[in-house]
């Protein structure tokens, strides 16, 4: 391995001809999220036929082939990765992408890295894989979309020389789907999945359970599926994931360094799973598959033993193909659970999830039980929810529904989406600061903040893509870069410096009129 690094120094050491780049800023680059610090030294690493990757650790090796391939599909070239490189020919510079992992970092983040631009070489410095997952998204940004054919005799791709030092600002930033109101296919999450990592989410919560329909396979329960599973909100067939497939989409996220979160909401938003299973229902009416958008009026009755062993089994099969540490139990618009009872029930199902070695994670309504410190409330109503929480001990997740929810209208003419929290444009999503949003809460409390995207409205990718695009390209700053870097006049700059891989990906983003594209 020493001697294969040698090799790849020598080679960048041999450039033949001092190339006259011209002047880059660095600073001027179109980045999201923003970097902490960025240092401009106004020349340029020239990316080209010559060009090679090293990782000196097996784990980053394979994330630096990652590297190599979306390169490939921007610029055509096929760049090596510690393995054998051809002869250079011609008058391209040679050069070398190194990875390299080091304990010298400086911030106490797993995501932090450095990354050093020169023009014969480039260093991104990781403490962790992760890390390395990070530092080439802000890398692939400044691939430009075309090459410089005028300064060698094969084109090069220039990227602006200077130096990087990142870190997240929240460790938690993530998109919650909502798979349940309407279905989405495993390639469809896998499609969501690749945006957001670009922008580096680290976080995707499927909400796979409501009354409309059950949309992950249970074996001990085959009638959640089986009848559960065929209905979506305006009478469409459904669907649901086999564990397979789940798992399938789990592997997914974890190959780009996202942590899939389970919610099976409870013990409200139970109407599909009662309707599988009538002995679960704790309303005492007759049950029809139902496939429109209204709230509240289902439950689980909390007094049933069978109930508990219900839940049991669910939180146990799910928890066994899910590696991530979190398990989210819904617990929102219970309006039809007594008080008691409802708080009885959070308790008891908190009990049932830790068992399994998850932590629970539930919507803000869970601060009105009996909670260990160890829960996570995610804020989305009511204020007096998170501070509550937070007084409990718990850390929050920031998703307030009208700041956050990216199924909110961007205005009164959109075609998909709801109004209830009000219209959000993409100016009102980003004009925002989740540390100081709810001013009783320290920040040390977040945990950090998610952009849900309720489907009641949507049922497929153009339409997702619609509505979370471009608001989660903002969400996904504000979970990562301090907020004394953040301007909204300067985010509109690079906002639009993103037209360029969202049109070449065939995103179907909405086109603000506050955006020049």
Not at 6 to 24: N, S, W
Request: with cysteine.
């Amino acid at each position: 391995m020493g001697g294969m690094l040698l090799f790849f120094i020598v080679g960048c050491q041999k450039q033949k001809d001092k190339i006259a780049f011209p002047t880059t800023d660095l600073t001027k680059t179109a980045l999201i999220p923003k970097p902490r610090t960025m240092t401009a030294t106004y020349t340029a690493f020239a990316l080209g036929k010559n060009t090679a990757i090293y990782a000196n650790n097996p784990k980053i090796a394979e994330i630096g082939r990652f590297l190599s391939e979306k390169i490939k599909s921007r610029t055509t070239l096929s760049l090596p990765v510690n393995g054998p490189v051809e002869k250079p020919s011609g008058n391209a510079p040679e050069n070398l992408i190194y990875i390299v992992i080091s304990d010298t970092i400086r911030s106490d983040s797993p995501e932090s890295y450095e990354l050093n631009i020169k023009e014969d070489s480039i260093l991104l410095k990781v403490k962790t894989p992760e890390a390395t997952f990070r530092g080439i998204q802000t890398l692939l940004q400044m691939v430009p979309e075309k090459s410089n054919d005028t300064l060698v005799d094969s084109p090069l791709w220039l990227i602006p020389s200077g130096k990087i030092m990142d870190a997240p600002k929240f460790e938690y930033r993530g998109t919650m789907l909502d798979v349940a109101r309407h279905f989405f296919s495993v390639e469809e999450v896998k499609r969501y999945i690749d945006l957001i990592a670009y922008y580096k989410l680290n976080v995707l919560h499927l909400h796979l359970s409501d009354d409309q329909g059950w949309r992950i396979e249970i074996k001990s329960w085959p009638k959640l599926t089986t009848i559960g599973g065929k209905y979506e909100v305006g009478g469409g067939t459904g669907g649901f994931y086999t564990q397979k497939e789940y798992q399938e989409i789990v592997k997914y996220a974890s190959e780009h360094f996202i942590t899939v979160v389970p919610e099976i909401d409870m013990p409200g938003h139970t109407h599909a799973a009662c309707l599988s299973y009538p002995f679960l229902d704790g309303t005492g009416k007759s049950l029809k598959p139902y496939t429109g958008t209204r709230v509240g009026f289902s439950t689980l009755d909390t007094k049933k033993d069978t109930v508990y062993t219900f839940v049991e089994d669910v939180v146990r099969e799910i928890s066994a193909i899910t590696p991530g540490p979190y398990f989210h139990i819904g617990g929102d618009e219970s309006f039809v659970t007594k008080k008691k009872a409802y708080r009885y029930f959070v308790k008891r199902v908190e009990g049932i999830v830790e068992k399994y070695n998850k932590r629970m994670i539930g919507w803000d309504e869970i601060s009105e039980a009996a909670i260990s410190s160890n829960a996570i409330a995610q804020h989305w109503r009511t204020e007096e929810n998170a501070v509550r929480a937070y007084k409990n001990g718990n850390k929050i997740i920031l998703s307030p529904a009208k700041k956050a929810y990216l199924d909110m209208k961007y205005d009164s003419l959109t075609k998909y989406g709801l109004d209830w929290a009000g219209h959000i444009p993409v100016d009102t999503a980003y004009i925002w600061n989740p540390a100081t949003y709810i001013k009783s809460l320290p920040k040390e409390s977040i945990l950090g903040i998610e952009a849900p995207l309720w489907s009641e409205t949507i049922g497929n990718s153009d339409e997702i893509e619609y509505l979370a695009f471009p608001r989660i390209i903002g969400y996904a700053e504000l979970g990562w870069s301090e907020p004394e870097k953040l301007d909204w006049k300067d985010y509109k700059k690079r906002l639009a410096g993103q037209t360029s891989f969202l049109e070449k990906n065939s995103v179907n983003f909405y086109k603000s009129p506050l955006i020049d594209w």
